[in-house]
């Protein structure tokens, strides 16, 4: 299984959280209780408490989180919710759930994430939201969005799915629009041992709407108020997410510092690593650009060292959305054809994060 003369893009299994975990799954199967119980009501509670939110609000995935938090809006068919092109798809197949088209506006070329400019550019008299992604770790340029989403009276919801812990001038994120969408993907910073999500709101009446929502919309048992979803986070992955919950701080701590290292060992290299524009970035990943990237990662491969591409499409260019005739985005092309992730994750040892140096200076 694992080559100990590879270095690994990512390391998923339990390691100093493995007791903790083993603890938590044997104390819900023993429960009997799997589904909206009391783990659910918990995480919930230490999730907003560590988002500095008032509601967390668990559902069945990042993508969910985003649609419903939509819906619980009233944002759908002929309703358009601005977004960038370069995040994972599921950011715009959230909003294209709910009915609405999905507009793209292109990326910052440095900062990687909306560029505010573009986004006022794109706004309609349809515009109903506006949905940022803090993408790889790192914020989006809130403040002008935030000012933007003002001037035309549009929500504005957060996809933190890489940005746990994550702040924005020292604004934690999903507390600086109407609602954050936080996705538990076994891959993200706070992961599960399967599908999870959450919403992060100071809204109480969005809260409860939310609650409605991914209960079938029922408001008592078996009566179906509206056409809700059914997209409840679980027992077991609450409970395995409030055992690794403790540990999220430290991880980031490490994610930071093997960022700082590779920023220092990869000046002067062939590739460009993108400037950090807010030391809230919690490094979900660590892109470098570099207009040779077959060759690159072919060159650290044969070094051992895994890559992958995030994204190697952007989302506009996807099939699935060629029947919106999306609007494409020139940086978001160019990006997307240059975007390599070194692998950056909290067990990667000194040593580890050492040869991926080596093997990108030998390039
Ligand atoms: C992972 C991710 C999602 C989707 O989350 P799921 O839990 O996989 O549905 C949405 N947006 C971004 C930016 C993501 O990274």
Same mark, same amino acid.
């Given at each position: 299984?694992?080559?100990?003369?590879?270095?690994?893009?990512?390391?998923? #299994?339990?390691?100093?959280?493995?007791?903790?975990?083993?603890?938590?799954?044997?104390?819900?199967?023993?429960?009997?209780?799997?589904?909206?119980?009391?783990?659910?009501?918990?995480?919930?509670?230490?999730?907003?408490?560590?988002? &500095?939110?008032?509601?967390?609000? /668990?559902?069945?995935?990042?993508?969910?989180?985003?649609?419903?938090?939509?819906?619980?809006?009233?944002?759908?068919?002929?309703?358009?919710?601005?977004?960038?092109?370069?995040?994972?798809?599921?950011?715009?197949?959230?909003?294209?759930?709910?009915?609405?088209? @999905?507009?793209?506006?292109?990326?910052?070329?440095?900062?990687?994430?909306?560029?505010?400019?573009?986004?006022?550019?794109?706004?309609?008299?349809?515009? #109903?939201?506006?949905?940022?992604?803090?993408?790889?770790?790192?914020? =989006?340029?809130?403040?002008?969005?935030?000012?933007?989403?003002?001037?035309?009276?549009?929500?504005?919801?957060?996809? +933190?799915?890489?940005?746990?812990?994550?702040?924005?001038?020292?604004?934690?994120?999903?507390?600086?629009? %109407?609602? /954050? =969408?936080?996705?538990?993907?076994?891959?993200?910073?706070?992961?599960?041992?399967?599908?999870?999500?959450?919403?992060?709101?100071?809204?109480?009446?969005?809260?409860?709407?939310?609650?409605?929502?991914?209960? /079938? /919309?029922?408001?008592?048992?078996?009566?179906?108020?509206?056409?809700?979803?059914?997209?409840?986070?679980?027992? %077991?992955?609450?409970?395995?997410?409030?055992?690794?919950?403790?540990?999220?701080?430290?991880?980031?701590?490490?994610?930071?510092? %093997?960022?700082?290292?590779? #920023?220092?060992?990869?000046?002067?290299?062939?590739?460009?690593?993108?400037?950090?524009?807010?030391?809230?970035?919690?490094? &979900?990943?660590?892109?470098?650009?570099?207009?040779?990237?077959?060759?690159?990662?072919?060159?650290?491969?044969?070094?051992?060292?895994?890559?992958?591409?995030?994204?190697?499409?952007?989302?506009?260019?996807? @099939?699935?959305?060629?029947?919106?005739?999306?609007?494409?985005?020139?940086?978001?092309?160019?990006? +997307?054809?240059?975007? +390599?992730?070194?692998?950056?994750?909290?067990?990667?040892?000194?040593?580890?994060?050492?040869?991926?140096?080596?093997?990108?200076?030998?390039?």
């Amino acid at each position: 299984m694992s080559d100990p003369s590879r270095v690994v893009f990512n390391a998923l #299994r339990p390691a100093e959280d493995a007791d903790a975990i083993a603890a938590a799954l044997v104390r819900v199967v023993a429960s009997g209780w799997y589904i909206l119980g009391p783990e659910v009501e918990q995480f919930e509670a230490e999730f907003a408490a560590a988002c &500095h939110a008032t509601h967390a609000v /668990g559902v069945g995935t990042g993508t969910d989180a985003i649609t419903l938090i939509l819906r619980a809006l009233d944002i759908g068919p002929g309703d358009e919710v601005i977004t960038p092109p370069l995040s994972a798809a599921y950011s715009a197949l959230a909003v294209m759930m709910t009915g609405a088209t @999905p507009v793209f506006a292109d990326i910052d070329p440095q900062r990687l994430t909306i560029d505010p400019q573009a986004a006022a550019a794109a706004v309609t008299p349809r515009t #109903r939201a506006l949905l940022p992604v803090h993408l790889y770790g790192q914020s =989006a340029d809130m403040t002008p969005l935030l000012a933007l989403a003002e001037r035309h009276g549009l929500a504005l919801v957060e996809d +933190c799915a890489q940005a746990h812990l994550c702040t924005s001038e020292g604004r934690p994120v999903g507390t600086m629009g %109407i609602a /954050g =969408a936080f996705s538990f993907y076994p891959t993200k910073n706070l992961g599960a041992l399967g599908d999870g999500g959450a919403v992060v709101t100071r809204d109480a009446t969005l809260a409860q709407r939310l609650r409605r929502l991914r209960n /079938g /919309g029922q408001t008592t048992r078996y009566h179906h108020e509206e056409a809700g979803a059914n997209s409840r986070l679980d027992e %077991i992955q609450a409970a395995v997410l409030r055992a690794r919950l403790p540990y999220l701080a430290g991880w980031t701590t490490r994610r930071r510092q %093997i960022a700082q290292t590779y #920023r220092a060992g990869l000046t002067g290299t062939a590739v460009h690593v993108p400037p950090p524009y807010d030391d809230g970035h919690v490094y &979900h990943l660590f892109p470098v650009l570099t207009p040779q990237r077959t060759a690159f990662q072919a060159h650290l491969l044969a070094q051992g060292v895994e890559t992958l591409i995030h994204y190697p499409v952007p989302i506009p260019r996807q @099939p699935a959305l060629s029947s919106l005739h999306p609007r494409q985005c020139a940086v978001a092309d160019r990006i +997307c054809g240059e975007v +390599c992730s070194l692998p950056l994750y909290p067990s990667l040892s000194d040593p580890e994060v050492d040869r991926v140096i080596a093997s990108v200076r030998s390039f």
